[in-house]
């Protein structure tokens, strides 16, 4: 039998290494029902060395065949040539690979070529080592090599490989020159080509690598456990490609076999296997059904990246978008969302990020860390988004006090059955809305609106997702539309007899009707 709480998976996976946000997120999805000596049998298969061991951040990389010499059968990859301690391409060819849309790949020889075709990329986290040296402007000439070392270790057979972390410019974002950002920007429009042109891209993962089974359960257990997983970047790079290999401790897997072996679990025992499917499945290159918005949401909601503005940049070689240099991220989001004018309407009511501040003010600026149900009730209209909502006016606020890093709402309310609701925001919600809500709200045309009614979860396990809007004054042949504040998670279980009503929610950020702007000067 599963543990009754997800906790104790949760503790297991954090004792032996795992990532705590990522043990969480796994303990309550993926693993969820599963029974703990099951768990605990696949850590014990994960030979780490030592807490926070990374392959590319050990001062000397041996493999797990002991006493392997990699100089006496590949003389020429310690050859005194190759002795660098950094390594870094040329400019000028970095300039080249962007403007003929090639491949800047390197072998085991420090030797440079522009390819289309004939080599392998490889998809890693650079947290786990395999970094660019901003000072040096280069990667250690000792990781450079292990490169080829872990390749050769695990029988595949390399001369060529591309690699981001050589190819695009290092260091800070904020410091970047305006020619390193106009460069990454050309080469970052080219990685739909080089990902799918790519012979193979090859999945490294620290945890993966210090695995030692071929159990294909085992592996797909330790691609959601992993940091891989977590961040933005790898999305892509395993979306956009033709064919994927899984990197282990033993040697290598083939990514699409992994995803069926889960699948014909989860047809035989969908509670199990089901979400880890789903998970994986959704990285999986699909010419035929094409990538949505709700795809992104679903696969991203864990990952992360130390750059804002890769939250949406990120995203655009996948989705078949252009970034332009000096865009922000919520110009980003805002061309994600106009591009899929059909699915973006479907995320509407996701809870867990701020609202756009600009054009799109209904949208979360955010696509990773949501909460909610996907719905196609919600139709796109030239001024905003149409479709029927159960709404309630907030007539005041009862009190307001934080909890878990959220902001937390009593509010009374205008309508029969119970007139009291607790309603969370998000914990990154926009400071100048939480300070101006008491204010909004005295204003007298603040609703509460959901797509769920309050019946439908009485006894339900989840939370209700809502909007907080204010409605515009306008001609009544015009019908209800509103302004939207924020999102929030309702917290109580009581009972509201809510007015179903069709309503357009605005294109428009508050702050350019006055609305907000107001508030937050009265406040």
Same mark, same amino acid.
């Not at 690979?97 to 075709?117: H, I």
């Not at 989860?266 to 499917?277: E, N």
């Not at 949208?363 to 909610?372: K, N, Q, V, W």
């Given at each position: $039998?599963?543990p009754?709480s997800c906790l104790?998976?949760?503790?297991?996976?954090?004792?032996?290494?795992?990532n705590?946000?990522?043990?969480?997120?796994v303990?309550?999805?993926d693993?969820?029902?599963?029974e703990?000596?099951e768990?605990?049998?696949?850590?014990?298969?994960v030979?780490v060395?030592?807490r926070?061991?990374c392959?590319?951040?050990?001062?000397?990389?041996k493999?797990?065949?002991?006493?392997?010499?990699?100089?006496?059968w590949?003389?020429s %990859?310690?050859a005194a040539?190759n002795d660098?301690?950094?390594?870094?391409p040329?400019?000028?060819?970095m300039h080249?690979?962007?403007?003929?849309q090639?491949a800047?790949?390197?072998?085991?020889?420090?030797?440079?070529s522009? /390819?289309t075709?004939?080599?392998?990329a490889l998809s890693?986290?650079?947290?786990e080592?395999?970094? @660019?040296?901003?000072?040096?402007?280069?990667?250690?000439?000792?990781?450079?090599?292990a490169?080829?070392?872990?390749?050769?270790h695990?029988?595949i057979?390399a001369e060529?490989?591309?690699t981001?972390?050589?190819?695009?410019?290092g260091?800070?974002p904020?410091?970047?020159?305006?020619?390193?950002? $106009?460069?990454?920007?050309?080469?970052?429009n080219?990685?739909p080509?080089?990902?799918s042109?790519?012979?193979?891209v090859?999945?490294?993962?620290?945890?993966?690598l210090?695995?030692?089974?071929?159990?294909?359960?085992?592996i797909?257990?330790?691609?959601?456990?992993?940091?891989?997983t977590t961040r933005?970047w790898?999305?892509?790079e395993i @979306?956009?490609?033709?064919?994927a290999?899984?990197?282990?401790?033993?040697?290598?897997?083939?990514?699409?076999?992994?995803?069926?072996?889960?699948?014909?679990?989860?047809d035989?025992q969908?509670?199990?296997?089901?979400?880890?499917w789903?998970?994986l499945?959704?990285?999986?290159?699909?010419?035929?059904?094409?990538?949505?918005?709700?795809?992104?949401?679903?696969?991203?909601?864990t990952?992360?990246?130390g750059t804002?503005?890769?939250?949406?940049?990120?995203?655009f070689?996948?989705?078949?978008l252009?970034?332009?240099?000096?865009m922000t991220r919520?110009?980003g989001m805002q $061309?994600?969302y106009l591009?899929?004018k059909r699915h973006?309407?479907?995320?509407?009511?996701?809870?867990?990020?701020?609202?756009?501040?600009?054009?799109?003010a209904?949208?979360?600026?955010? %696509?990773?860390g949501?909460e909610? $149900?996907?719905?196609?009730? %919600?139709?796109?209209?030239?001024?905003g988004?149409r479709g029927?909502?159960?709404?309630?006016r907030?007539?005041?606020?009862l009190?307001?006090?934080p909890?878990? /890093?959220r902001?937390v709402?009593d509010?009374?309310?205008?309508c029969?059955?119970?007139r009291?609701?607790?309603?969370?925001?998000?914990p990154?919600?926009?400071?100048d809305v939480?300070?101006?809500?008491e204010?909004?709200?005295?204003?007298?045309?603040?609703?509460?609106?959901?797509l769920v009614?309050s019946?439908?979860?009485?006894n339900?396990e989840?939370?209700?997702?809502? %909007?907080?809007?204010?409605?515009n004054?306008?001609e009544d042949?015009?019908?209800f539309?509103a302004?939207?504040?924020?999102?929030?998670?309702?917290?109580?279980?009581n009972?509201?007899h809510?007015?179903?009503?069709?309503?357009?929610?605005r294109h428009?950020?508050?702050?350019q009707?006055?609305?907000? /702007?107001?508030?937050?000067?009265d406040?």
């Amino acid at each position: $039998m599963p543990p009754s709480s997800c906790l104790a998976i949760y503790e297991v996976l954090a004792r032996h290494g795992i990532n705590e946000a990522t043990a969480e997120d796994v303990a309550k999805n993926d693993l969820r029902n599963w029974e703990l000596w099951e768990v605990e049998r696949f850590v014990k298969k994960v030979n780490v060395p030592y807490r926070g061991y990374c392959y590319f951040q050990s001062p000397f990389h041996k493999t797990p065949r002991e006493g392997l010499d990699f100089r006496r059968w590949w003389p020429s %990859l310690f050859a005194a040539g190759n002795d660098s301690r950094w390594i870094s391409p040329p400019r000028e060819l970095m300039h080249r690979s962007a403007q003929e849309q090639a491949a800047l790949c390197v072998n085991a020889q420090g030797k440079w070529s522009l /390819r289309t075709s004939g080599y392998i990329a490889l998809s890693h986290v650079w947290i786990e080592g395999l970094q @660019r040296d901003n000072e040096h402007n280069g990667l250690l000439g000792e990781k450079f090599r292990a490169i080829f070392v872990l390749l050769k270790h695990r029988h595949i057979e390399a001369e060529w490989i591309w690699t981001d972390v050589l190819v695009i410019p290092g260091g800070d974002p904020a410091k970047a020159s305006s020619a390193d950002e $106009m460069l990454t920007t050309d080469i970052i429009n080219t990685l739909p080509l080089i990902y799918s042109r790519a012979d193979a891209v090859i999945i490294v993962d620290a945890l993966l690598l210090q695995l030692h089974s071929d159990d294909l359960t085992d592996i797909a257990m330790a691609l959601v456990c992993g940091r891989w997983t977590t961040r933005v970047w790898t999305f892509q790079e395993i @979306r956009l490609a033709e064919h994927a290999l899984v990197l282990t401790a033993t040697g290598y897997h083939v990514y699409s076999d992994i995803v069926s072996h889960i699948k014909n679990l989860a047809d035989l025992q969908p509670d199990r296997h089901r979400r880890m499917w789903v998970r994986l499945a959704t990285l999986e290159k699909d010419e035929e059904r094409g990538l949505s918005i709700p795809d992104i949401v679903m696969a991203c909601g864990t990952r992360r990246s130390g750059t804002d503005v890769d939250y949406a940049r990120a995203f655009f070689p996948v989705l078949g978008l252009k970034w332009e240099s000096g865009m922000t991220r919520e110009e980003g989001m805002q $061309m994600i969302y106009l591009s899929q004018k059909r699915h973006a309407p479907r995320i509407a009511c996701f809870y867990g990020a701020p609202r756009m501040q600009i054009n799109l003010a209904w949208a979360p600026s955010y %696509l990773h860390g949501l909460e909610g $149900m996907v719905t196609d009730c %919600l139709g796109w209209d030239d001024r905003g988004i149409r479709g029927d909502w159960y709404m309630v006016r907030v007539a005041k606020v009862l009190q307001k006090f934080p909890r878990s /890093r959220r902001t937390v709402f009593d509010f009374e309310l205008e309508c029969s059955g119970d007139r009291t609701m607790q309603c969370a925001l998000a914990p990154n919600e926009d400071l100048d809305v939480i300070r101006a809500m008491e204010t909004i709200i005295e204003r007298g045309q603040t609703y509460v609106i959901t797509l769920v009614p309050s019946e439908d979860v009485i006894n339900a396990e989840w939370a209700r997702q809502a %909007l907080i809007v204010e409605r515009n004054e306008v001609e009544d042949r015009d019908g209800f539309q509103a302004a939207v504040y924020c999102a929030a998670t309702i917290l109580s279980r009581n009972r509201h007899h809510e007015a179903k009503t069709s309503a357009l929610l605005r294109h428009g950020h508050p702050m350019q009707d006055g609305g907000l /702007r107001t508030a937050i000067s009265d406040s």
